[in-house]
Every structure is written in structure tokens, then in C-alpha cells.
T-cell receptor
Framework: EADIYQTPRYLVIGTGKKITLECSQT?????MYWYQQDPGMELHLIHY???????EKGDLSSESTVSRIRTEHFPLTLESARPSHTSQYLC????????????FGPGTRLTVL | TQLLEQSPQFLSIQEGENLTVYCNSS?????LQWYRQEPGEGPVLLVT?????EVKKLKRLTFQFGDARKDSSLHITAAQPGDTGLYLC???????????FGSGTQLTVLP
């Protein structure tokens, strides 16, 4: 069982606000990921990190930014939220080895009014 | 970019019936995972398969990885309402071995 946490679980904010979605894991995993998912749909990778001070953009273009100052922490920031950012944001980490299995947090459901 | 197609997209069945969900691609994957996701939650790992032809059983769920490692199937025997959820397959490929997710199968098991 993986220990990966996301806060807040739900967030409703107005347009133009700056927000940070938190993600922490206690397994010491080097690889961490952020996905965006609309209800009942597939996951789209927006950011990933292979270790401290390493961040890359994923396949889906996103106006968000991420940082990786500590192994266990991988926050995602939106400088100016818009209604088009309304979605579920999922954080994941993966263990080393050939299986590439990812473990997910519970997600943050973001609504921008 | 690898693409994974899942079918069917939606499936509604009665309790006790059997079902199979398919995950297909033209790409070869080094590993493939199946996840189940409930509304408002993150995906939960069911199984990882890495060897072509591999079959794994998890109680009433049977997972198979194709011989060529391009496709996979999930078979549920005697489905129960607790099996209801979004089933996602995800394959790892390329030097970075990032996961590509399928579009998901929304399963509803009616009592």
C-alpha cells in the first residue's frame, strides 16, 4: 500500500486566484507525476519529476508549474486560475525497477468559478 | 506517442454475469497496469504484468498480457455491485517508461 497524500481534496475558487495543490509521499520514491482528469475520462500527464530539482512538462500542455525541492514533496501551482482549469488533479509516484507501477493520491477536485 | 484503446467504453451488467474488458495498442509495452477508480478518488492499482502471455488472477479477476505485449484483457467472473467503477489500463514504454493511459471502461454492476 502506497502512502501518497494530496491537499486540499476539494477547492472552489474565483477566476484570477493563485493556488497551490500539495502532494506528498512517504515512500522515498524519486519519480513523481501530476495528471489531469475530467470525470470518467482518461488521465493526461501534465508534469513529472525524476528527482530533486528535476521537472519536465508532460504530454498535455498546462499553464501550471511545479517544483521539486524535496524528494517527498511535489506541489503544483496555478498563478491565475481560470474556469478552463476546472478538473481533477491526480498526483502519483513510482517505485524504482522495471514494473513502472504508479501509486496515486486521492486527487484534488478543482472548480474555478 | 503510444495510444491505448479500451473497449467497451461503457458496460452495464447484472450481478452474477461475466465480462471482459480489452486494452489494445499497436505499440509494444514493457509493462502494463490495470487500475480501478471510484468517483472522486485516485486510481487504485489492481495488477502489473510484464511478461508476454502472462496471466494473473486476483480472486474473481483474471488479467492477461498479450504474447506480443501490445494488448491486455481483464475478465471478471460473477460480477458483483462492488466491482462497479472505472477500469483503466496503462502501458509503460520508451526510454522514459512513462505510463500511457487508456480511455477507461465504466462498469456498472446492477444488483
Amino acid at each position: 500500500e502506497a502512502d501518497i497524500y494530496q491537499t486540499p481534496r476539494y477547492l472552489v475558487i474565483g477566476t484570477g486566484k493563485k493556488i497551490t495543490l500539495e502532494c506528498s509521499q512517504t515512500m522515498g520514491h524519486d519519480k513523481m507525476y501530476w495528471y489531469q482528469q475530467d470525470p470518467g475520462m482518461e488521465l493526461h500527464l501534465i508534469h513529472y519529476s525524476y528527482g530533486v530539482n528535476s521537472t519536465e512538462k508532460g504530454d498535455l500542455s498546462s499553464e501550471s508549474t511545479v517544483s521539486r525541492i524535496r524528494t517527498e514533496h511535489f506541489p503544483l501551482t496555478l498563478e491565475s486560475a481560470r474556469p478552463s482549469h476546472t478538473s481533477q488533479y491526480l498526483c502519483a509516484s513510482s517505485e524504482p525497477g522495471p514494473r513502472d507501477t504508479q501509486y496515486f493520491g486521492p486527487g484534488t477536485r478543482l472548480t474555478v468559478l | 506517442t503510444q495510444l491505448l484503446e479500451q473497449s467497451p467504453q461503457f458496460l452495464s451488467i447484472q450481478e452474477g454475469e461475466n465480462l471482459t474488458v480489452y486494452c489494445n495498442s499497436s505499440s509494444v509495452f514493457s509493462s502494463l497496469q490495470w487500475y480501478r477508480q471510484e468517483p472522486g478518488e485516485g486510481p487504485v492499482l489492481l495488477v502489473t504484468v510484464v511478461t508476454g502471455g502472462e496471466v494473473k488472477k486476483l480472486k474473481r479477476l483474471t488479467f492477461q498480457f498479450g504474447d506480443a505485449r501490445k494488448d491486455s484483457s481483464l475478465h471478471i467472473t460473477a460480477a458483483q455491485p462492488g466491482d462497479t467503477g472505472l477500469y483503466l489500463c496503462a502501458g509503460a514504454a520508451g526510454s522514459a517508461r512513462q505510463l500511457t493511459f487508456g480511455s477507461g471502461t465504466q462498469l456498472t454492476v446492477l444488483p
